[in-house]
C-alpha cells in the first residue's frame, strides 16, 4: 500500500575535506509503513551525484566518502538519493531527496605556483646573491591555515642555500664551487602555521656556470727510464686535468721548477715532453722526483704545482760478491720435516739479476738446490747437526763467485716453551734485528753464561703490534733447561753489556702480555707462550733463520656469552628464537630474557596464564579462557574487554525528527515530540495550517471506508468534502467534519442529508482514531476504541438504511481534504456543511484502504511536512495581567487587558512599548482571510447575511508634533478610509464609491503638540462617529466605508500602501503610537495575530518613544527644574520633585495639584516607581522577595539577610533629640520653598524661545 517517504525534506551533513575514504558522513532514512518484505527500503545515489566522490549502503543509508574531497574546488556538494522498495521502478512508488554536503575546510598544504624550478647561476656567486624566488599560495580559509613560511630541506653536507622565510627569495648561503657539486637539487617547503602543520614542497634545480678558478692537475705522476741510456732519451709526455669546463682547461703550459736534483738529470719542454739529459747510474741513485708547473689556457690563467716520480730501471752491470752466511733451523718435536731454508743467492748491487746456484760438490745428499735458482732446501731430519756448504753462484753475464753458509739444526720442545721467555726490543724490526745483531746478541749471551747454562736458545723472532720480540731460553745439559725466572734474571744483568757491545737495546726483559689485558668483554687474560705447526723463515744477508711460527703469546678466557681470540665476539642468545607464543627476547650476557605478551608467562614464555581465575569480566558475565587471554561474555546492555561499560544505545542518536532518546539495559526508548511516531520517530503527521486544504480524486459512488487519526484544537473542521455540482436539497454530497467538538459524519445521496454524530470530544489537541463506513446508506462512525461500559452513541453510532438510494455521485468533483480551496462552494450550498478549515495534524488517513499523502494530492495549500504544534502552549498561564491565552495550534496569543502590552501581556503600555514612526515607514496589517470566512459561514448558516452587523470601532493612542502625515489608512479593493493630520487637526477621508466620499476636520482640537492623543472612530450602520480625546464627537449621517467590515484587505499605520487605487501617498506619520485597538482587540505592534499578518516596511518602525533626554545638559538655572516633554524640555519648580521621589531612575514630573508624577522605566510602576512589573500581583513566600526574571518573567529569590541592630541605653535621648532638630530645619525649610516659588512664578519659561531670550538676557549682564 505504502511507499517509502524520506522522514526529511533534505539533508545537510558535514565533513572535512581530508576525510579518508571510508569516513561515514552521515545517515538518511526513509520509513515505508507496509510490514515484511514490502517495508524494506534500499537507497541508492543516482544521476550526476555518483560522480560527486560519496556512495551510500543501500540498506542502511550511511553516506561515506569514496573519493577526494577538496573544499578549494567545490564546497558545497549536494547528492540526489533515492529511496525505493526491491525490484523495478513503476512510476511514482519511490521517494527522492536532496543531500547536501558541506565540505569543511582542513588544513591543505600551500601550493606552489611551479612544480619544478630551474635556474642558472654563476659559481662565483657571493654569499647573499639571489638565487631565485620561489612563490606558494594557500587558500585555506583559517587565518592560522593560510600562513606559511619558505624552508630548505637541509642538505647532507653543509647548508649551502638560503631563503627567506617570507618572501621566497632563495640566496646563496656559502662559497659556490661548480668543480665540487655543478647541480645542486634542492626541496623547497612551504609549512603553515596549523596544527599539526601542513607543508607543500617544490623542487629547485640550481646549475651553476663555470668560472676559471682551477688550476691543471698533473696526471702523468709516474715514469721509467732504463739506467745509462744516452742523453735526449725520451721518457714520458706529461698529461694533466682541469676541473673547469672549456675555455678554460687547455693546451697546457708545462714547465719544471728550478730547484731539485732532478733537474740535471732530465729536460722538460712546454709541451710536457720529458726526455734525459745526460746518462744515469741507478745504483747511485734509483728515483727521482721532478717538480712541475702547469698553466692552463682560461682568463684569468690558473697554475698549479704538480710532481712526477722517474723510477730508473735497473741493468746487469755490475758483477756478483761472494757471500757469507749462517742458517739456524729450530724444528719443534723430534724431526724437521725438510724444506726450503732460503735464498743463498749472492751479494749484488743489481736489483733484477736472474742468479744460478748449485753446491759443491754437487751433491750432498741433505741439501739440494732446484735447478735455475738459488733456493737453498733440505731433507727431513731428526738430529741436531751443523753443516758447512759451498753454493757456486752465476749471474749469467759476469763471472761466477762462490757463497758459503754454514747450516745448523736445532730441535726445541715443550720443555723449551715453558723455560723461555718473551723478550721485547726497542724500536727493532725483525730484518734489522737478524741483519745487524743477531749473531751478535747469541755470541754475548753465550759468552755471560757463566756456568748457568750451556748454551743460549735464540728460537723465535717476531713482530706483534709494531713492537719485536724474542723467545729465548736457556740450555742446560741433558735436555734441561734454565728456569723463565733464572732466564729473566740472567738477561737482565747482562742487558747493558748487550747494548754496549752489540747495540742491542732491550726495552723489556720477561714480558708479560697480560699487563694491559688485551682480552675484551671482562674476559680474563693467560700468559702463554706457544708455536704452530708451520715453519716461517726470516732473511737476512748474514743470518737465515728457520723456526715454528711463533703464536699469540697469551689466551683469552671468555666470560659467558662471549667468544673469539680476544673475546670480541658477542654470542646472540637470541637465535633462533627462544622465545614461545610471540614473547619478545632481549639478548643478556651470557643468557637471555623473554618478555611475554599478555597472557603467557615462564622463562621462555611457554604457560598459559589462566586469566579467569582473578574474575576479570563484571556485571555477571561469563568468562572463557583461551591461550594468551580471555574473553567476556557480556550480558544484554554491557561491553568492553571485560564487560564494565554500559552499552550507550543512544549514542549513535536513533531517534529522528527531534525525538529524544532514552538508553535501556537492552536497548533504547525514542519519546517523540508530538504529531511523530514510529520506533525511531522517523513517521511524520502532516500539519495543516489556516486555510490549508489537499485535494484528491472523488470517492467511490458505492462504498465509502474513511480511516483517519487526526489531532486539532478547533471546535469547528472541516476534514473531508466531497460535493456534486448541484445544489439545494437533493444535491449530494459526503463530509466528515468536528462540530462543537464532536465527530459528525453526514451525506447526502440525492433523498436528504444524514447525520451520525458521536458525543465524545474530540478537539482537545489529542490524536483520535476515527472509522467512517458508508455502504449505500447504511453507515457508522466510530471514534476511537469504544469500552464495553459506554453510553450508546458515545464513540461510536451507526444507521440502518431507510432509502433504496445506493450511489453517491459527485462525479467530476475532487475530494477536499483538511479545507476547501474557496468558500463559495460551500456558501452556496448552505446546510451541508458547518466548518470550512482544519488546523491541526493528520498521522494517517486512507479511503478504500488506499493511503491519501501530500504527495499524491491533485492540488495543495499549506500542507507542512511535519506537525506544528506547540505542545502546552497554555498550560503554564503564560499571560500576565489578567490576559487570556489563546492557543493556536502552533502559536500562542495573549489578549491583554487595557493598559499592557507585550507578547505574554508582561508590559505596561508606556512610551517604551509604543510604536515609533519617523514619517519614511509603515506598519502594515494584511487582515487573514480566515476569518471573514468564518463569519460569512456563519451568516450563511443562521440564513440572514443582510441582519445588522456588530458597529466598526478602532481606538488609537498617538502622539506627534508634526502638523501634517497619514496616521492611518484602511484599503478594500478601491473604496478606503484615511485618517490624516492636517494643520495640526484630524482630517478623516472615506471613499465608499457609489456611496460618495467624504471628507471631515475636526478643528477643535490641536494635536501637534506633543502630547498624547486618542482617537475613536465608530462606525455603525450608516453613521460614523469621529472624536478625538474628551472632545464633542462628530457624528456623519453620510455613506462612508466600512473600515470594519469584511471587504478591508489591509490597515495600515504611518502612511498609505501603493495599490490599485492610485491614491497620492504624501508624508507619512512622524510620531508615536501607544496602542491601537481595532474590533475591540488590540493589536500588536510584533509578532503574530490571529486578525492580521504584520509587515514592517522599513527599520525605521521599531518600537520605543521617549526621545532625546534633553535636560541630561542640566539646561535650566536658579535652581528651576528641568522637565523633559518629548523633543522639547521646561524648567519649572522643582515642588514635591525637590526630595526625588521617584525610584529605580524614574524620572520626576512636578504636578501643581497632584504634587508630582513619576515617569517611570519599563521595568517599573507605582506612584515611586517602587514596583517591579514582573512582580505586580505575585506573592512571594516568606523570606523571599520578587525579581525580574531573565525572560522578562519573576522570580521569588531569598531575602538578603540583615543583622539586628542593639542599641546601648544612652544613645535613646540622643537619637529623640536628633530627630527632633531635623524636623525643625524640615519645617522651615518648606516656609522658605513656598515662599520662594511664589515670588517666581511670573519668571518661568514655558518653551524653549522663552529660555533663549533669557539666556541672552544673562550674557548682557
Not at 627567506?164 to 668543480?179: F, I, W, Y
Not at 483520535?768 to 453510553?791: K, N, W
Not at 497632584?1154 to 519599563?1162: A, H, I, P, R
Request: net charge negative.
Amino acid at each position: 500500500e505504502y511507499v517509502p517517504r524520506f522522514v526529511s525534506k533534505q539533508y545537510y551533513f558535514e565533513i572535512s575535506e581530508a576525510a579518508p575514504k571510508g569516513t561515514v558522513v552521515g545517515e538518511v532514512f526513509a520509513s515505508d509503513r507496509d510490514q515484511g518484505d514490502d517495508g524494506v527500503v534500499y537507497y541508492l545515489i543516482f544521476g550526476k551525484s555518483r560522480k560527486k566522490g560519496f556512495s551510500i549502503n543501500k540498506k542502511t543509508g550511511q553516506i561515506y566518502v569514496t573519493g577526494t574531497l577538496d573544499r578549494e574546488k567545490e564546497e558545497k556538494i549536494s547528492l540526489k538519493v533515492l529511496a525505493k522498495n526491491a525490484g523495478s521502478i513503476h512510476g511514482a512508488d519511490i521517494d527522492e531527496v536532496f543531500v547536501n554536503i558541506t565540505i569543511l575546510d582542513a588544513n591543505d598544504p600551500p601550493v606552489f605556483t611551479q612544480d619544478l624550478y630551474d635556474v642558472q647561476v654563476s659559481e662565483g656567486l657571493s654569499p647573499g646573491g639571489l638565487v631565485t624566488f620561489v612563490s606558494a599560495e594557500d587558500s585555506d580559509s583559517v587565518p592560522s591555515w593560510s600562513r606559511f613560511s619558505y624552508s630548505i630541506v637541509p642538505q647532507i653536507d653543509k647548508n649551502i642555500f638560503t631563503i627567506n622565510p617570507k618572501t621566497g627569495q632563495l640566496s646563496v648561503a656559502a662559497e659556490l664551487d661548480r668543480e665540487t657539486t655543478p647541480v645542486y637539487n634542492l626541496t623547497v617547503l612551504a609549512i603553515d602555521t596549523g596544527t599539526p602543520p601542513a607543508t607543500g614542497s617544490t623542487t629547485v634545480i640550481v646549475n651553476l656556470e663555470d668560472i676559471n678558478d682551477n688550476g691543471p692537475t698533473l696526471t702523468t705522476t709516474y715514469a721509467e727510464v732504463m739506467e745509462n741510456q744516452r742523453a735526449g732519451s725520451a721518457v714520458a709526455t706529461l698529461s694533466a686535468s682541469d676541473p673547469d669546463l672549456a675555455p678554460n682547461q687547455g693546451p697546457f703550459l708545462y714547465s719544471p721548477l728550478s730547484s731539485g736534483s732532478a733537474n740535471s738529470y732530465f729536460s722538460l719542454s712546454s709541451s710536457g715532453v720529458l726526455t734525459t739529459s745526460r746518462e744515469i747510474d741507478r745504483e747511485q741513485i734509483s728515483d727521482y722526483y721532478l717538480y712541475v708547473v702547469i698553466k692552463d689556457s682560461g682568463v684569468p690563467q690558473m697554475s698549479s704545482t704538480g710532481t712526477i716520480h722517474i723510477k730508473i730501471n735497473d741493468q746487469n752491470d755490475n758483477p756478483s760478491e761472494p757471500r757469507s752466511m749462517e742458517i739456524f733451523v729450530h724444528y719443534f718435536g723430534n724431526t724437521f720435516p725438510g724444506g726450503s731454508l732460503g735464498d743463498v743467492k749472492p751479494q749484488d748491487p743489481d736489483i733484477h739479476d736472474r742468479f744460478h746456484c748449485s753446491l759443491i760438490p754437487p751433491s750432498s745428499g741433505l741439501f739440494t738446490i732446484p735447478t735455475g735458482t738459488c733456493n737453498l732446501n733440505s731433507k727431513a731430519r731428526s738430529t741436531d747437526g751443523t753443516f758447512d756448504i759451498i753454493i757456486r753462484s752465476s749471474d749469467g753475464v759476469h763471472g761466477s763467485v762462490s757463497n758459503t753458509a754454514r747450516v745448523v739444526f736445532m730441535g726445541f720442545n715443550n720443555a723449551t716453551v715453558d723455560n723461555s721467555i718473551l723478550i721485547r726490543l726497542q724500536s727493532e724490526g725483525v730484518k734489522s734485528f737478524l741483519t745487524n745483531h743477531y749473531l751478535s746478541f747469541l755470541r754475548i749471551a753465550n759468552s755471560q753464561l757463566a756456568g748457568l747454562g750451556t748454551g743460549v736458545l735464540l728460537y723465535g723472532v717476531f713482530e706483534l703490534n709494531n713492537q719485536t720480540f724474542l723467545v729465548a731460553a736457556v740450555k742446560r745439559g741433558h735436555g734441561q733447561y734454565v728456569s723463565p725466572s733464572g732466564v729473566a734474571t740472567f738477561f737482565q744483568s747482562i742487558k747493558d753489556i748487550l747494548y754496549r757491545q752489540s747495540g742491542v737495546q732491550i726495552d723489556a726483559v720477561d714480558h708479560d702480555p697480560c699487563m694491559h689485558n688485551p682480552c675484551q668483554n671482562g674476559g680474563s687474560c693467560k700468559r702463554r707462550l706457544s708455536v704452530g705447526p708451520d715453519m716461517k723463515t726470516e732473511e737476512s744477508v748474514p743470518v737465515i733463520l728457520v723456526s715454528n711460527y711463533p703464536l699469540q703469546p697469551y689466551a683469552c678466557s671468555c666470560r659467558p656469552g662471549y667468544a673469539g681470540a680476544l673475546c670480541e665476539t658477542d654470542i646472540d642468545e637470541c637465535q633462533p628464537s627462544p622465545c614461545h607464543n610471540g614473547g619478545t627476547c632481549h639478548n643478556l650476557v651470557g643468557g637471555f630474557s623473554c618478555t611475554c605478551p599478555e597472557g603467557f608467562t615462564g622463562m621462555a614464555c611457554e604457560r598459559d596464564i589462566n586469566e579467569c581465575l582473578s574474575n576479570p569480566c563484571k556485571n555477571g558475565a561469563l568468562c572463557q579462557n583461551f591461550p594468551g587471554g580471555f574473553n567476556c561474555l557480556c550480558k544484554s546492555g554491557f561491553a568492553g574487554k571485560t564487560c564494565d561499560s554500559i552499552i550507550n544505545h543512544c549514542e549513535c542518536n536513533p531517534c529522528f525528527n527531534g525525538g529524544s532518546c532514552q538508553n535501556r539495559v537492552d536497548g533504547y526508548y525514542c519519546h517523540c515530540p508530538f504529531g511523530v511516531f514510529g520506533k525511531h520517530c522517523e513517521l511524520n503527521s502532516y500539519g495543516f495550517e489556516e486555510l490549508s486544504y489537499m485535494e484528491f480524486p472523488s470517492l467511490d459512488p458505492n462504498n465509502n471506508y474513511i480511516y483517519i487519526k487526526f489531532a486539532t484544537l478547533k471546535s469547528n473542521a472541516l476534514l473531508m468534502y466531497n460535493h456534486d455540482n448541484q445544489t439545494g436539497d437533493k444535491a449530494e454530497f459526503l463530509a466528515l467534519e468536528v462540530i462543537e467538538g464532536r465527530l459528525c459524519f453526514s451525506f447526502n445521496l440525492g433523498s436528504g442529508t444524514y447525520k451520525l454524530m458521536t458525543m465524545i470530544k474530540v478537539s482537545d489537541g489529542q490524536f483520535h482514531t476515527v472509522i467512517a463506513r458508508r455502504a449505500g446508506m447504511a453507515a457508522s462512525l466510530t471514534v476511537d476504541l469504544c469500552g464495553e461500559d459506554q453510553e450508546p452513541g458515545y464513540c461510536a453510532v451507526s444507521n440502518v438504511a431507510v432509502h433504496t438510494d445506493w450511489i453517491l455521485d459527485v462525479q467530476p468533483n475532487r475530494l477536499s481534504v483538511g479545507g476547501v480551496w474557496s468558500i463559495e462552494p460551500v456558501l452556496h450550498r448552505r446546510g451541508q456543511i458547518a466548518t470550512h478549515d482544519f488546523v491541526g495534524c493528520i498521522m494517517e488517513l486512507a479511503v478504500n484502504g488506499r493511503p491519501l499523502e501530500p504527495s499524491q494530492a491533485l492540488a495543495s495549500r499549506g500542507i507542512l511536512d511535519r506537525c506544528p504544534r506547540l505542545e502546552g502552549a497554555c498550560t503554564s498561564s503564560p499571560c500576565r495581567h489578567g490576559g487570556t491565552c489563546l492557543d493556536h495550534w502552533s502559536w500562542q496569543q495573549c489578549q491583554c487587558v487595557d493598559g499592557f502590552t507585550g507578547k505574554f501581556c508582561e508590559k505596561y503600555i508606556t512610551a517604551d512599548t509604543a510604536l515609533s514612526l519617523d514619517g519614511t515607514g509603515r506598519l502594515d496589517y494584511s487582515l487573514k482571510e480566515s476569518p471573514k470566512r468564518d463569519v460569512l459561514l456563519r451568516q450563511s448558516l443562521q440564513g440572514d447575511t443582510s441582519s445588522a452587523v456588530e458597529p466598526s470601532s478602532l481606538e488609537v493612542k498617538f502622539r506627534t508634533r508634526s502638523k501634517t502625515g497619514t496616521l492611518l489608512h484602511f484599503q478594500e479593493s478601491s473604496n478606503y478610509t484615511t485618517i490624516k493630520l492636517r494643520n495640526g487637526n484630524v482630517h478623516y477621508i472615506s471613499d465608499a464609491g457609489v456611496g460618495g466620499k467624504v471628507e471631515r476636520t475636526l478643528g477643535d482640537v490641536v494635536i501637534s503638540d506633543g502630547q498624547w492623543h486618542t482617537l475613536l472612530l465608530i462606525k455603525n450602520g450608516s453613521s460614523t462617529l469621529l472624536q478625538v480625546d474628551s472632545s464633542h464627537p462628530r457624528v456623519i449621517q453620510h455613506v462612508t466605508q466600512d473600515f470594519g467590515g469584511l471587504s478591508v484587505l489591509t490597515f495600515s499605520l504611518g502612511g498609505i500602501p501603493p495599490g490599485p487605487a492610485q491614491l497620492k501617498t504624501g508624508a507619512g506619520f512622524d510620531g508615536c503610537l501607544a496602542y491601537v485597538k481595532y474590533r475591540g482587540e488590540n493589536l500588536p505592534f510584533t509578532g503574530e495575530h490571529s486578525l492580521a499578518t504584520l509587515t514592517k516596511t522599513s527599520s525605521s518602525v521599531k518600537i520605543g518613544c521617549r526621545g532625546p533626554n534633553l535636560c541630561e545638559s542640566s539646561p535650566c538655572w536658579d535652581g528651576l527644574m528641568c522637565v523633559s516633554q518629548w523633543y522639547t524640555y521646561q524648567c519649572v519648580p522643582p515642588g514635591d520633585c525637590a526630595s526625588s521621589p521617584c525610584q529605580n531612575h524614574g524620572s520626576c514630573v512636578p504636578d501643581p495639584h497632584f504634587g508630582f508624577t513619576c515617569v517611570c522605566s519599563e521595568l517599573y510602576t507605582g506612584k515611586t516607581c517602587e514596583t517591579l512589573v514582573a512582580c505586580l500581583g505575585v506573592q512571594c513566600p516568606q523570606g523571599t522577595v520578587c525579581n525580574t526574571a531573565s525572560d522578562g518573567g519573576f522570580v521569588c529569590s531569598p531575602s538578603p539577610t540583615t543583622e539586628s541592630m542593639v542599641l546601648p541605653i544612652w544613645a535613646v535621648p540622643a537619637i529623640v533629640g536628633s530627630c527632633a532638630t531635623v524636623l525643625a530645619l524640615v519645617v522651615l525649610s518648606l516656609i522658605l520653598c513656598n515662599h520662594c516659588r511664589d515670588r517666581n512664578k511670573t519668571k518661568v519659561p514655558k518653551e524653549p524661545k522663552d529660555k533663549k531670550m533669557k539666556e541672552k538676557k544673562k550674557k548682557k549682564k
